[in-house]
């Protein structure tokens, strides 16, 4: 089966955003970060390899003992590891939440940034957490490239399958979705992977995208 032109990846995305609307109308971040730029800043580092629903339940515990930047800033990296070593590498993790919630107060007065090149800055914060904080606190293009958007937009035929490089993904993906689309697309196709095109089994029959899905049409001979 041959690839698709950019031409014909950006009308099928045009549809599968179209579809996603429709599903995930509000297109809400699976971290409740109550619109909280900080918050949000310490969720998404927890998050990494780790699932949304325990960065949650380990962040109730952790904003009521450090309601701010300054607070955490301040905080024993021990007390902040033993919060959150169920998110996993809470070691790391520990310390660069301290470290970056210290950049936050000092460098920026707690408020935070809302370029690419500062964000990148912040202790363990890469393009994916950039992208999720420039997409939801300032409302400006961002492509977050977690693994339900690399697996699931490989499938539907974005790029090939075997690409995992998400730097590379996000840029490709960057050409084919509207700029004001980017970010609740991503926030729509993590919901969507999580219901219907899970890794292990996805629910081809039934899928609103199956008719738009390389994946699917390779499986079925056509």
């Known amino acids: 089966m041959r690839a698709l032109s950019l031409t014909e990846k950006r009308r099928r995305m045009g549809e599968i955003t179209a579809l996603l ?24 580092r927890l998050s990494a390899q780790c699932t949304d629903a325990r960065v949650n339940e380990v962040c109730k515990e952790l904003f009521a003992k450090y309601k701010n930047c300054y607070e955490m800033a301040a905080a024993d990296v021990a007390d902040i590891e033993a919060i959150i070593r169920s998110c ?69 035929g974005m790029y090939p399958e075997s690409l995992s490089d998400p730097t590379r993904i996000e840029m490709l993906l960057r050409r084919i979705l509207p700029p004001e689309e980017g970010s609740d697309f991503c926030h729509r196709i993590v919901w969507f992977g999580r219901e ?11 899928c609103p995208l199956a008719s738009l899905c390389l994946h699917h049409a390779r499986a079925a001979g056509r």
């Open 196 to 206: 219907v095109c899970t890794a292990r089994a996805p629910r081809c029959d039934g």
């Open 88 to 156: 996993g590498l809470y070691k790391m993790k520990a310390q660069n939440l301290k470290d970056a919630s210290k950049m936050l107060a000092e460098e920026y007065g707690g408020v935070l940034p809302s370029d690419m090149e500062a964000l990148l800055r912040f202790p363990g914060v890469g393009r994916k957490i950039a992208n999720l904080l420039l997409g939801d606190i300032f409302s400006l293009p961002a492509v977050v490239c977690d693994t339900h958007c690399i697996r699931i937009c490989g499938r539907l």
């Open 21 to 44: 609307k429709e599903r995930y109308p509000s297109a809400e971040c699976a971290l409740k970060y109550e619109g909280d730029p900080w918050k949000l800043l310490v969720m998404g």
